[in-house]
Every structure is written in structure tokens, then in C-alpha cells.
């Protein structure tokens, strides 16, 4: 039987930092899920360096909130990664390019680090530990000002950058990756808000705010939100010519739509879909913790591994 | 050290089913591939029981055709396949539907049955023994009449459709399977030999023939090839932002064209390219050979495990 490890787990996100100290086994099954016991949040500061002193400092703070010693520490982050490598490849956002994550914080923590991508880390969690924990192939799809997956085949979250975000599916809009028609620029929580303030020549604070005017029967809301599912429908038939998946776990901001979510694209799907397998769509299980409990993850079966 | 294996693969073709004996040993390095000892061809008949039989029939000509006592029977097919069943789960061109073949050919035969997919298996081939042995994520597509591929993550051909024929690139033209804008109706070789006969009010041999013609430089083969590159360019650009494939290794009858095919497709490549990886373009090694080489791998893999 494997035994109970003590990790740091951490994931850095756009805006902020989510650390946690968790305690779990390798190989987790049901019934023996991985025990929080202490967490800590803080803003992102762009570059690599600040963000290794960032989590060098999460990571004493944590190692003073336990009673056990640390094992290990995973770290997961935004952009392209290479995992066996430990690299940070490159993230617009944050400012980084080709930066040597697991080098420089195991020189300043001292302890054995585990690096991985957080999306795919997140559905790492949801596949082990979530709601895809019964399916063999699936797409496991965050959506929020970014839309990209972990894809899941014959169990295993595969080393692929999955980025159904930035797959045309013909609309004529611009994206920032600087093609047009990707399913980020119609789907991506930011551009449902930015879409549905032109074309109600408003401002809203975000894309549940159009869920909600929806709901209220706003018709440039219907609109706007038609045009993100349509886009999303799409993007999931593509993904399913190639991997043909038994199900869409949806997660991030726009998930917590639910049915508002789920019924229309479950309806546009079956309007569209011929050969491929119709994917069952599902809800994820694990919220914003997803990354988190990837990430430790990551640590422990780094350690079952060694 | 592994053993030598005597094993009969089996290609089901649309067409022509190919059949050889062959030796090998598990887990095959450059410098010790399998080596071919006898070959068969015969006309493919349409239904899975004719398949079963036919086969059968070949595996008692190859059983007697060698030395050694047979270890087991590789056999691969198109379509829809579920390997782990052995079942061929649908044809269109071959009339099956739900097709237990590894049940029945073991019946018909007395012999252990390795069962696969075409395309996969000539990708594994392609991996092990081929131009991609080299590559750790890579797409390795035949285009022939139909367009599909092995996806290769991580150094294993994974378990799926790899349907990138019928990805919708957002051209108008309908294809038979009910959607328009696949990368097949305008890249398939029998699609590019009907859209220049129509464009040029003329009636083609096939494919080769428009390539000949476009060498020749006549302007209707060129708009026609263009189309064909352009619909192959975007498909791989997809799977590139899903997959981030080091190379893509171009197999089948198109591929035959070369530089013809693989200059125009490099530079359209460029120029659509954002953030992906552009994949490296190959040729495929093993011509049509790649499916029996696969599926005698397949079998010698099955021996080794069990």
C-alpha cells in the first residue's frame, strides 16, 4: 500500500496564486481522495523570477502549517510548458520565455519539485479524482477568458497541447493568437462580454452577466450566447473526429451556467454531428480547486515514481 | 532477449486484402525488423463473414507456405474499429456493422488473433520501423481515397478515430459523410481527380494523373492542387494546435507525388501558422506495406505481453 506523502501544491494562475498543503497517496482512488489542510492565495506577479520568490515564500509559509515534513512540491503554470523538462515555454501574459521552473525553485526551496501545465494538471484531477474518473477517452475543457483542454485517452491526461481554444471553426472574427475564427473568440468568457456590449451598446462585468440577462429574455443576450455555444459545438466536433471522446467535462467560470450551458450545446451538437460519436457533456466536479489538486498530483506520483 | 515470432498479417483493404508471413522479435529496433518470408493479394469481398473466410483461407496458404508453426494472425481493417473487442464496429464500403473479428477469425482459424485498425496499425509500423521512429508526437496520415491518421503522443500510436479527413476547413463543398468542408472532399486522391475532370471538362485515370498534368503546367491542375494543399494545410494546423505534433509523415498514393506535394504544403503551412508548431513535413518508408507490417506487430506485441 503506498504511503501518505505531504505536498505543497501550487497553481499559478493569470491574476492570482493558489497554494495548498495537501496530504494524499499515490494512485488515489475513490473513497481516498487527497485531504486539504491548509491554503493560501495571493495576486500573480508577472516574470518567472518573481513568480518562483512568490511561491518560494508560499511554500515556507506552508511548511510551517503542518506537523509533518514536506515531500514535495508541485507547480503548475499557464502558457506552454514542457513537462520533462520543467520549462515554462512561454506565457504571453506572464511575461516568460523558456524559463527553467523546476530548476530555480527546487534551488530556492530546497525541495523536489514536480511541473506540469495547469490545465492539463486540472483535468488530471477531474479524471482521477473528479467527474471523468469513469471515462476512458475524454476532453476536459475550462473555459474561461481562455478556452483550452486536457484530453484524456485510455485514461491517461496525454502530453498535448490541447488548445481547442484557438481551433477555426469558421467565423470571421479576429483572435489575439492572430488567426480568425477561433472558438475563444466567440466562446471565451472575456469575449462574451466584450460581444454582448457592442451589441447592446452597454458595459457588463463579465460573461455571467449576459447568462443572467439571458435568462431575463434579452435578445441581444440570445444572440450572443448562440454564437458562443455554436462555436464551442463546433470546436468539440473537431475534437471528436480525432479523438472521439465518450464525454465534454466542462469546467471554468462559464460552467457554472450549467444547463443554460449544457442544454444549447447539447442541442447544437446534435444538429451538427454526423459520423462522430455524439459526446455526452458533463459539468466538472472540482471547481477552482482543479489545478491545485492536479498539481499535488503531480507531486505525489512523482514521488510514487522514484 | 526476445523471441523470434512467426505471425501471418492480414491488411483488409477497401479493394485488395494483402496478406504475409513474417518473422520478428517483440519491441523490433532499427536493425532488427521483420523480415517478410511469403505474400498473398486478393480482391477484398464486401460483408465481415466473406472477410473472415477469405482471410482464413490465406492463413492456411501462408501456414503452409513457411518452415515454422504459426504464432498468431495480425489482423487489421478500416473503418470504425474497437480494438480492445476485436470488433470491426462499422464500414460503410465493406457492409459491417458490429463485426466480432477476432471471435470468428480465431474460430475460423484455431489461431490467437491480434486485431486492429488500418491506419493505426500502418502508423505503428511507420513508428517502429519507418520514418517516424525518431519523433515522440507526430501524425502519420495515408491519403488515398480517404484521409485519416495515427496520432502519435508520446511515443505510442493512441487509441483514436484520428478522423482528420473529415474536419470541417471551412470550404463549401458537401462530402459523403454529411458534412461540408472536409479536408477529404477536396484533398482525398478520387476527390482531386473528380474536381479537375469537372473543372476541366475532362475525365482522369486518377490523382497521379492530375500531378503529371500540374507538372505539365496546366492552370486547371494547379487551381485543383492548390485546393487540395489548402484543405490538407488547415487540417494539420488543427491537429497541430490539439496535438503539437513534431512531424506530420505523409503516406498513400498522394504522397507518392513528393516535392509536388510537400513544397506547396510547407509553404502554405508558413503562412497560416501563428502560434503552433509548424510540423515538420516526411514522407512515409513503407508504402503499402506499412499495414501488414503493423499488423504483424500487433500480433508479435500480443505474444510478447501474454
Not at 136 to 156: E, K, S, Y
Request: hydrophobic share 45%; glycine share 12%.
Amino acid at each position: 500500500m503506498a504511503r501518505t506523502r505531504h505536498v505543497i501544491a501550487v497553481d499559478v494562475g493569470g491574476t492570482e496564486t493558489k497554494a495548498a498543503l495537501i496530504s494524499g497517496v499515490g494512485d488515489a482512488g475513490p473513497g481516498r481522495p487527497p485531504t486539504t489542510l491548509a491554503q493560501r492565495r495571493r495576486p500573480t506577479r508577472p516574470t518567472g523570477d518573481a513568480v518562483v520568490e512568490d511561491v518560494a515564500a508560499l511554500v515556507a509559509d506552508l511548511r510551517a502549517a503542518g506537523p509533518h515534513p514536506v515531500d514535495a512540491v508541485g507547480l503548475v503554470v499557464p502558457g506552454i510548458v514542457d513537462e520533462p523538462t520543467g520549462t515554462g515555454v512561454y506565457s504571453a501574459n506572464l511575461g516568460w520565455r523558456d524559463y527553467p521552473f523546476t530548476k530555480n525553485l527546487e534551488a530556492a526551496t530546497g525541495a523536489r519539485v514536480a511541473f506540469g501545465h495547469d490545465v492539463r494538471a486540472g483535468g488530471l484531477a477531474e479524471l482521477r479524482l473528479g467527474n471523468a474518473r469513469d471515462l476512458r477517452n475524454a476532453v476536459i475543457m475550462p473555459i474561461g477568458t481562455g478556452i483550452a483542454a486536457a484530453l484524456v485517452v485510455d485514461h491517461r491526461v496525454i502530453d498535448a497541447p490541447g488548445e481547442i481554444g484557438h481551433v477555426d471553426v469558421g467565423h470571421p472574427d479576429p483572435c489575439g493568437c492572430g488567426q480568425t475564427g477561433c472558438v475563444e473568440a466567440r466562446a471565451g468568457s472575456a469575449a462574451i462580454a466584450r460581444r454582448y456590449g457592442e451589441r447592446a451598446n452597454t458595459r457588463v462585468s463579465g460573461a455571467a452577466e449576459v447568462a443572467a440577462r439571458l435568462r431575463a429574455g434579452d435578445p441581444d443576450a440570445a444572440i450572443t450566447w448562440h454564437e458562443a455555444v455554436d462555436a464551442l459545438a463546433k470546436g468539440i466536433l473537431l475534437v471528436a473526429a480525432l479523438l472521439g471522446p465518450e464525454a465534454v467535462v466542462l469546467g471554468g467560470g462559464l460552467a457554472l451556467a450549467g444547463p443554460l450551458l449544457t442544454d444549447p450545446l447539447t442541442r447544437r451538437l446534435d444538429e451538427l454531428v454526423t459520423f462522430q460519436r455524439r459526446p455526452e457533456l458533463r459539468l466538472a466536479a472540482l471547481g477552482d480547486e482543479a489545478g491545485c489538486l492536479g498539481a499535488a498530483l503531480l507531486a505525489i506520483n512523482m514521488l510514487e515514481e522514484t
